[in-house]
Nanobody
Framework: QVQLVESGGGLVQAGGSLSLSCAAS????????MGWFRRAPGEGREFVGS????????YYGQAVQGRFTISGDNAKNTVYLRMNGLQPEDTAVYYC????????????????????WGQGTQVTVSS
């Protein structure tokens, strides 16, 4: 079973930046997708962004559009998230998500489209 391992979380002041990375322990095919979700305290899991490897298309959640940038390296089975302009409302556990072959059944923002999940990394933004 492919495992996802996140790194890069931490504490940052409002307006600051952080970068996250997620590496898969096995191959994510070119037909796969890797991305990020987050869960704030007391909230459900929210789509942050994803990248489709076969065409490089990127998708973002409305709350992070224009501030966060997702990128990926299919050869390294890795996805990155650069977070700029962080605000206290961005405080959450950030989860890496992936699927080795995108089915096309779900929207990229839907949790059900992903069958691999990381353990999560905490991002805390102080005001």
């Amino acid at each position: 079973q492919v495992q996802l391992v996140e790194s890069g979380g931490g504490l940052v002041q409002a307006g600051g930046s952080l970068s996250l990375s997620c590496a898969a322990s096995g191959r994510i095919s070119s037909g796969g997708v890797m991305g990020w979700f987050r869960r704030a305290p007391g909230e459900g899991r929210e789509f942050v962004g994803s990248i489709r490897f076969n065409n490089g298309n990127k998708y973002y959640g409305q709350a992070v559009q224009g501030r966060f940038t997702i990128s990926g390296d299919n050869a390294k089975n890795t996805v990155y998230l650069r977070m700029n302009g962080l605000q206290p409302e961005d405080t959450a556990v950030y989860y890496c998500a992936a699927t080795t072959l995108w089915s096309g059944v779900y929207q990229f923002s839907a949790e059900d489209g992903y069958d691999l999940w990381g353990q999560g990394t905490q991002v805390t933004v102080s005001s």
